[in-house]
Antibody, heavy 116, light 110 residues
Framework: QVQLVQSGAEVRKPGASVNVSCKAS????????VHWVRQAPGQGLEWMGA????????SYAQKFQGRVTMTRDTSTSTVYMELSSLRSEDTAVYYC??????????WGQGTVVTVS | QSALTQPRSVSGSPGQSVTISCTGT?????????VSWYQQHPDKAPKLMIY???KRPSGVPDRFSGSKSGNTASLTISGLQADDEADYYC??????????FGTGTKVTVL
């Protein structure tokens, strides 16, 4: 079955960067965009951006332009999301999700990033 | 892009129906038939319930239905069950490869 498995929890100090990985299996990796969505504690979902594994083109929400970088490694079917210049407001659960006809399905299990 | 507007909470008794609205603009909800809905139980990843305004993925009960009129999309849950108690989020394509989520609605089964 299609599955996305994310890397484990991270703790960073303000000003640092974090890199979260998302390994895909069960489908042809280069055929589907991968999106990143985050959720701060007690808050709603926030779309951060997406990457096309076929070629590596990206689109980012304006809020994260300049601070987020999404990349992929086709040899391992893994996408990466790096967020830099971290601040306390970036403390959140970060999810990757496969594109499914302009929706998101399935989702990874989430990665907790704590900035403190 | 601003978040789509959803009611903070809705509630209903088992067996009843509830409807959640999702209001955007002509640049997102009103401009594209790419509205999706997600169910999220506490401490779980979201689950796709509706895509393309009114289509259900395999495995989602037909008690869940979606619609759209103008800049407002809606999710209706019929025959409310205890397990439907969760947070629900709408999401719309906003053009230029960008997406925007709704503010989220907590559904309570009385």
């Amino acid at each position: 079955q299609v599955q996305l498995v994310q890397s484990g929890a991270e703790v960073r100090k303000p000003g640092a960067s974090v890199n979260v990985s998302c390994k895909a299996s069960g489908h042809t990796f280069t055929n589907y965009y991968v999106h990143w969505v985050r959720q701060a504690p007690g808050q709603g979902l926030e779309w951060m951006g997406a990457i096309n594994p076929n070629g590596g083109s990206t689109s980012y929400a304006q809020k994260f332009q300049g601070r987020v970088t999404m990349t992929r490694d086709t040899s391992t079917s893994t996408v990466y999301m790096e967020l830099s210049s971290l601040r306390s407001e970036d403390t959140a659960v970060y999810y990757c999700a496969r594109d499914y006809i302009s929706s998101f399905d399935p989702w990874g299990q989430g990665t907790v990033v704590t900035v403190s | 892009q601003s978040a789509l507007t959803q009611p903070r909470s809705v509630s209903g008794s088992p067996g009843q129906s509830v409807t959640i609205s999702c209001t955007g603009t002509s640049n997102d909800v009103g401009g594209y038939n790419y509205v999706s809905w997600y169910q999220q139980h506490p401490d779980k990843a979201p689950k796709l319930m509706i895509y393309d305004v009114n289509k259900r993925p395999s495995g989602v009960p037909d008690r869940f239905s979606g619609s759209k009129s103008g800049n407002t999309a809606s999710l209706t849950i019929s025959g409310l069950q205890a397990d439907d108690e969760a947070d629900y989020y709408c999401c719309s394509y906003g053009g230029s490869s960008l997406y925007v989520f709704g503010t989220g609605t907590k559904v309570t089964v009385l």
